[in-house]
């Protein structure tokens, strides 16, 4: 026995060991739905929910799982009905749930193990000895010849199955796994998607923010696989198109999050758009469930608008399945592979369900389970009924194209084998699966081309489907809010076009979102980084300083100097006077000159006239000392307004404080003097002592001393 004949005995023996192992519960009718043709297909899809490790819940949660089975009901009944495509032949089905269950899933992929297989039977890729494996070790009534297997719902789902359809060498595809690691053809050589993988779809979202010049990002995204491995991807993207996008912050949405971790989510995006700019972009790689988580709690925490979104697939999902949640989303751009939908299968959902929201026309046995359900919960309901009516439900998906589409691809396959190798089933209808063996479908679908439901259908060499992504955005505060298709980017050259008539915005122009301008640019200011991050805020230095250590550090200037126009380097102050030819210093000058011409007029009138009774109550002494500080305070004036020099500054320095000094200390003396003479004259006749005109004189003077002296 060869090496790789050796390792597939062992891996199939594992294989057995792991079924026998499971309870009759994984097996139950309830999980499988059975249509058998002359060639058979299968299908691994998650109908119910996971109750626990080999079970499921009693009841089907979302009506759009069994909208995925009808889709593919749909696709096997119309090419049964066609006479161009397996002619004579009649497209059989074994649907399998898994119940999103990865336990499940890979019981799901081990029942599709091949007859030959089971039985010990020599394959085309090597021999399997009946010592490998007894047929009666195995239950035969669990397994079902299929000649190709469409699913999982996940990523994660569809890796442990083809794990295990590629030991059957059994062709698979998915209609909706994304992950990057599917293409990888040596790890799973048997798997084909109608979907592109995810670093698609980043570089989709890259090319959106480049068009936009959207720089200054952050990033949230779902804990597991999806949405580690998006952000990963758009790291790269952002490298290699050389974007200087800044990525202010990563955050990361752990599963089962409550409502408090959402709205702390939240505050951080929003105190970052508030420090940097007044829009910031978030783009989002989420769960369908953390969308809708995050949908809600935008709005209880009233930041509507204050946002732009750049979302992934799932975020067009919850959209356009609620367009009313544009209003929380208004001008928010989400991207998906372009999906045109089936107008067949429109009608074919609306004819599922008559008036009386009754089952009509399918086979579907979980669509009468859900209706059964659907209806006790009803009438358990005293008031107004609280579920939609199904008919309103359920309507064409993007999803539901590439179901069908993944029918057709094998059918497609199994018509070019047929006709190749089988030209006589026609004439001698034996077992038609004899004839076709699942290596030539394999190969047969490496090659295939075909017009799918939204144009040409093609594999590229890592079995991915060679597509388009179709870009939307959120129309929110028209009457009618809906999710508008406004471009496409495109695999093949990796370009995007977007229809810019069909964008709208909650401003005239498209938001800005970028780093502020260098601080350069703004005089005297200097870089800050809040913490370890490629965005930057400008800080303003002080007046009196200079920036320094390129343009990271404010420096103050030493005394007497001051900041150059750029605030590059400190300078000298220059000296700076009035000179006597500027207006100011000429009014100010001629205001002195009438001031001390008036001082020197009333000297003279007070000396002409000082043996008058008047001017001898007037205190003449006194009031020369009085004139004399103001004549001095004018001619201060012409001082001050000269070009200053060390004997000027001085004699400004002296001369303010002490013709001020010379003013107001014989009026204080004066002043006291009335006040002691009328206080006397109320208690006696004798005449107050030291009030004299030499005592005022020498008071007034000791006064004057004191302020010099200080000085």
Not at 58 to 78: C, G, M, P, S
Not at 92 to 107: M, N, R
Not at 150 to 167: C, D, E, F, P
């Amino acid at each position: 026995m060869t090496y790789a004949a050796l390792s597939v005995s062992l891996a199939l023996l594992m294989a057995c060991d792991v079924i026998l192992g499971f309870p009759d519960v994984v097996y139950k009718s309830d999980y499988q739905w059975v249509s058998p043709g002359d060639i058979n297909l299968g299908a691994i899809l998650s109908i119910h929910s996971p109750d626990s490790l080999f079970s499921c819940k009693d009841y089907i949660q979302d009506v759009r799982n069994i909208q995925t089975v009808e889709a593919l009901n749909f696709a096997v009944k119309e090419i049964n009905n066609r006479n161009d495509l397996l002619q004579n032949l009649t497209l059989g089905f074994y649907i399998l749930d898994d119940c999103l269950s990865t336990q499940l899933a890979l019981a799901r992929a081990i029942q599709f193990m091949p007859r030959g297989i089971r039985e010990g039977k020599p394959t085309q890729s090597g021999h399997v000895t009946g010592e490998t494996l007894e047929s009666n070790d195995i239950r035969d009534s669990h397994f079902y010849d299929v000649i190709g297997v469409i699913g999982a719902y996940t990523s994660k789902l569809s890796m442990v199955v083809a794990n295990a359809l590629t030991i059957f060498h059994l062709p698979q595809i998915s209609y909706s796994a994304t992950s990057n690691a599917l293409s990888d053809k040596t790890r799973f050589p048997y798997f084909f998607r109608m979907v592109p993988p995810d670093h698609y779809q980043v570089k989709t979202i890259a090319s959106i923010l480049r068009r936009f010049n959207w720089t200054h990002v952050s990033l949230v995204f779902s804990g597991g696989t999806y949405g580690r491995d998006g952000v990963k991807e758009l790291e790269r993207a952002f490298k290699q198109q050389d974007s200087n996008i800044c990525i202010e912050q990563k955050i990361e949405i752990s599963f089962g999050s409550n409502k408090q971790e959402y709205s702390s989510l939240l505050e951080k995006l929003a105190s970052s758009a508030a420090l940097y700019t007044k829009t910031s972009v978030v783009v989002v790689f989420l769960d369908i469930q953390d969308a809708k988580m995050l949908a809600e709690s935008i709005k209880d925490a009233d930041l509507v608008g204050k946002l732009i979104w750049v979302g992934s697939d799932s975020l067009n999902i919850i959209l356009e399945e609620s367009p009313k949640r544009c209003t929380i989303f208004p001008g928010a751009i989400s991207v998906r592979p372009y999906s045109s939908l089936n107008d067949k299968f429109r009608q074919h959902l609306n004819d599922l369900f008559d008036g009386k929201e009754t089952l009509n026309n399918t086979r579907n046995p979980w669509i009468a389970a859900f209706l059964t359900r659907d209806q006790a919960l009803q009438n358990n309901d005293n008031s107004e009924s609280r579920l939609i009516p199904q008919s309103k439900r359920l309507r064409p998906r993007f999803i539901d194209s590439f179901i069908i589409d993944s029918v057709y691809a094998f059918a497609h396959s199994l018509d070019e084998v047929i006709e190749r190798r089988c030209p006589d089933y026609l004439f001698n209808l034996t077992d038609i699966s004899d004839c076709v063996s699942r290596s030539d479908v394999y190969n047969e679908l490496k090659t295939l081309t075909f017009n799918g439901s939204s144009g040409s259908v093609a594999f590229n060499k890592d079995g991915d489907v060679m597509t388009k992504y179709e870009v939307f955005q959120c129309h929110g505060n028209s009457s009618k809010p809906e999710v508008v298709s406004v471009g496409f980017w495109y695999m093949e050259n990796e370009s995007l076009s977007l229809f810019g008539d069909r964008l709208i915005w909650e401003t005239d122009s498209v938001p800005v979102s970028a780093c502020p301008k260098p601080c350069t640019d703004s005089i005297g200011s200097i870089y800050y980084f809040t913490k370890q991050t490629c965005c930057h805020v400008c800080v303003q230095c002080k007046v009196n300083e200079i920036v320094t250590a390129n343009a990271t550090r404010c420096e103050v200037c030493p005394e007497l100097f001051w900041p150059d126009d750029t605030r590059s380097k400190c300078i000298t102050i220059p000296p700076f006077y009035f000179s006597p030819l500027n207006p100011v210093s000429i009014s100010l000058i001629t205001i002195a000159v009438i001031g001390l011409v008036t001082c020197v007029v009333i000297a003279v009138v007070l000396s002409r006239f000082r043996h008058e009774h008047v001017i001898r109550c007037f205190s003449l002494d006194l009031s020369g000392v009085i004139l004399f500080g103001t004549g001095m305070a004018f001619c201060l004036t012409g001082v001050f307004l000269s070009k200053p020099s060390q004997l000027k500054c001085f004699i400004n320095h002296v001369g303010f404080s002490f013709t001020f000094t010379v003013l107001y200390a014989p009026l204080l003396v004066k002043t006291n003097r009335i006040y002691r003479i009328f206080n006397a004259g109320k208690r006696t006749t004798k005449r107050p002592e030291f009030i004299s005109n030499s005592s005022q004189v020498i008071l007034s003077l000791a006064l004057i001393f004191v302020q010099v002296n200080e000085c």
